[in-house]
């Protein structure tokens, strides 16, 4: 059905029963990932059979109630598709001897050199004479390195994400074209960039230790490698690695310059800046912003800066995934949008929501960063939604003809201001490219069993078209800054003296439990997930329970104080007595 509305949604009628492109015109239809869809019982892939129906008749059916036949004209069909495996079927070969075939091979090394090396020479133009000659021999680090992980890291069923293609070089030059002649003046600083990019767009997504010391390693044999560089190795290895341009996020009308913000202590000064002009504007968020979460901030916000960025956030539960989001995105001055589920919720509400958020997108001209995350997930149809969202920048058929109209009369001014041509396509065009350019599309997803792993081999744009940010567990460090801030706040209940000693606790008994869960893992093969979740829990029920206790003992103590106050009440009245008996006497 999303086929055939694509196509409908394309086309124009003619006559009674004939539809295509506006007359004079042809229609190229292109199909990506041809082999994507599903296999089903009999074998038989049914966008596949609808398609080399129109393909070999001319023609389809209409799915109204008569069953009327509907032609095609002046359409040429384009298709691609990657080798079987991974998700990607065999074809129907009857289908296949409808096309010429050809075979796309793998771009030589002179061919991606001379790409590569082009862009960036030509970016580094205005640049000193120093970093203009170091453009060859970056280009060439990157070659290297990008080769030896393909070769070395290939995907397996525990390392799915481990899919690298040319769209990850692309990314690392999107980064290096950032640069300004001002901030990087010499070669070391230009490496020390590059060095930063390939780490974001390529050491991110590793989640085994080895595999990123294999990386690391390969970074340094490069760098030690080239006698113009080795000086300075020290410099161009110096963590951390931050760069980002958030400087003068709350400067309206400052210009953004793309720069090393040095070390942590500089980085949380800014963010928390930005956090308190978050908190008075927005509901409050009470983050505590220590290493580990700066530099996810500061790669979230680099992704969302990015000309059409959009992330996979991978991490399991509480790991801070939205909260760094809504924060990175104000940061960069884009609007958070995210849909709210209802009983009943399904396709037709999603596509409803979708409406909304492209109209933001185009006719309201915001910069949107659109959150999905697993919860949002009501029906697996939502990812086939979002898939399209990344690989095209558009939904099939989300718009019915009458409103797609309104959005083509309402834009059509400004689209001829733009450049575009009077022509409703041209115009329509404009209007989707405009909406891919202010959106950016935040998955937050959880690794736990195979649930992603299935997603990513179902919808392959979730890896291909947008960069892979994995959470780790929470470094110790983490652990004692949130549990030091968290206990710091409640002076009233802890004496200073203790404090230290509780938060050390603390943190001791978290990670007892991670250990001790990996050995319940290896002993009996099912897992017990300690997530940062389940920390800052412990640390909320046992400040609850401090605080609920202390009351207790507060008001026992007010008790028996209130009790002895009676007693010496009693004495005094008992004397008082006692002297007048004897007066009496």
């Known amino acids: 059905m999303d086929v055939q509305r694509n196509f409908e949604s394309n086309v124009e009628k003619r006559a009674k029963d004939t539809y295509g492109p506006p007359p004079g015109k042809k229609l190229i239809v292109f199909i990506d990932d041809l082999n994507m869809p599903k296999v089903d019982v009999y074998g ?11 393909l070999e008749k001319g023609g389809m059916y209409d799915r109204g109630k008569d069953l009327n036949w509907k032609k095609f004209q002046d359409m040429v069909f384009v298709a691609s598709m990657g080798k079987p495996g991974g998700g990607r079927n065999d074809v129907d070969p009857r289908f296949i001897s409808l096309f010429n075939v050809y075979n796309i091979t793998f771009p030589s090394e002179e061919s991606l050199f001379l790409i590569c090396n082009s862009i960036l020479e030509g970016h580094l133009l205005p640049f000193d004479k120093e970093v203009q000659g170091i453009a060859p021999i970056l280009t060439r680090m990157t ?4 080769h030896s992980i393909v070769k070395d890291l290939p995907p397996t069923p525990s390392k799915f994400h481990y ?3 040319l769209r990850d070089l692309s990314r690392i030059y999107n980064g290096l074209v950032s640069t300004i002649p001002e901030r990087f003046q010499t070669a070391a600083q230009l490496t020390r960039v590059w060095r930063n990019e390939c780490l974001r767009v390529l050491y991110d997504r590793l989640i085994d230790s080895q595999d990123r010391k294999m990386v690391d390693d390969k970074l340094s044999q490069l760098i030690n490698d080239q006698p113009l560089l080795k000086p300075h190795v020290e410099y161009i290895f110096r963590q951390p690695s931050l760069y980002g341009d958030y400087r003068t996020a709350l400067d309206i009308g400052e210009a953004r310059i793309y720069e090393d913000i040095q070390d942590y202590d500089a980085a949380k000064a800014l963010f928390e800046e930005i956090l308190q002009e978050y908190n008075e504007q927005y509901t409050r968020m009470n983050l505590v912003l220590f290493d580990d979460a700066l530099e996810h901030l500061t790669r979230i916000h680099r992704v969302i800066r ?6 996979l956030l991978v991490g399991v539960g509480g790991s801070g995934k939205s909260s760094l989001t809504r924060l990175a995105a104000f940061a960069a001055g884009c609007e958070v949008f995210e849909i709210k589920l209802s009983r009943g919720y399904s396709e037709p509400q999603f596509r409803e929501d979708l409406k909304v958020l492209y109209n933001k997108l185009g006719m309201e001209n915001k910069k949107v960063v659109f959150m999905f995350g697993d919860q949002h997930v009501a029906e697996e149809g939502f990812l086939e939604l979002i898939n399209n969202i990344l690989t095209t920048g ?23 201001k733009n450049g575009a041509s009077p022509a409703k396509e041209s ?13 950016h599309v935040v998955l937050c997803m959880s690794p736990t069993g195979d649930t992603l792993r299935t997603r990513c081999r179902n919808f392959p744009g979730l890896i291909n078209n947008a960069i892979i940010d994995w959470f780790l567990p929470w470094p110790e460090q983490a652990l004692y800054a949130v549990s030091t801030t968290l206990l710091a706040e409640d002076n009233e209940f802890i004496p200073k003296e203790y404090r230290q000693g509780i938060v050390t606790h603390m943190v001791m008994v978290h990670q007892s439990v991670e250990h001790y869960s990996e050995q319940f893992a ?10 940062p979740k389940n920390y800052l829990d412990y640390l909320t029920t046992y400040l609850k329970l401090l605080e609920r206790k202390n ?13 002895l106050e009676k007693i010496d009440e009693a004495q005094i009245q008992l004397k008082d007595l006692d002297a007048r008996l004897q007066v009496q006497r």
């Open 143 to 146: 070659m290297e390195l990008y």
């Open 522 to 531: 290896k002993k009996l093969r099912r897992h017990n997930f300690t997530t």
């Open 44 to 54: 038989t892939q049914q966008p596949i059979a609808l398609l080399k129906l129109l």
């Open 394 to 416: 558009m939904v099939p058929a989300l718009f019915a003809d009458e409103e797609r109209e309104g959005i083509v009369g309402n834009i059509r001014d400004e689209a001829m």
């Open 306 to 311: 990015m000309d059409k960025g959009n992330a």
């Open 163 to 165: 899919i690298f293609n």
């Open 551 to 563: 009351k207790e003992n507060l008001a026992q103590q007010q008790r028996l104080a209130g009790g």
């Open 427 to 439: 115009i329509w065009q404009y209007f989707i490219t405009k909406c891919s350019v202010n959106l």
